[in-house]
Nanobody, 128 residues
Framework: QDQLVESGGGSVQAGGSLRLSCAAS??????????MGWFRQAPGKEREGVAA????????HISDSVKGRFTISQNKSAATVYLQLNSLKPEDTAMYYC???????????????????WGQGTQVTVSS
């Protein structure tokens, strides 16, 4: 069954850290997607791309809004993608989604429209 399962969300104070994990089914990770990404959506706001990784090369793309604070990585053997969130701010509060997609230009790596596999999301809440 094609699926993405996120974990690792929670509530932290500003300045804290979290590590999100996304376990992908083999079909998605090996054949269904060439990019894995993390997206977030806060209440009343559009879904935005946070970070993405090209699974074959490990090339990464990070949103300017989180650059220097968030890092995306992968464990190929485990078909798992991680998002390390450091120096968290209250404005990082959102539901975070893992996604897999077919992206053919790096400039599109953070655009949700190119991703067709989505997880259920994990909530990150940052208090001031």
């Amino acid at each position: 069954q094609d699926q993405l399962v996120e974990s690792g969300g929670g509530s932290v104070q500003a300045g804290g850290s979290l590590r999100l994990s996304c376990a992908a089914s083999r079909d998605i990770y090996m054949y269904g997607a060439n990019y894995m990404g993390w997206f977030r959506q806060a209440p009343g706001k559009e879904r935005e791309g946070v970070a993405a990784i090209r699974t074959s090369t490990g090339d990464t793309h990070i949103s300017d809004s989180v650059k220097g604070r968030f890092t995306i990585s992968q464990n190929k053997s485990a078909a798992t993608v991680y998002l390390q969130l450091n120096s968290l701010k209250p404005e990082d509060t959102a539901m975070y989604y893992c996604a897999g997609g077919s992206v053919w230009s790096g400039s599109d790596a953070l655009r949700p429209m190119y991703y067709n596999y989505w997880g259920q999301g994990t909530q990150v809440t940052v208090s001031s």
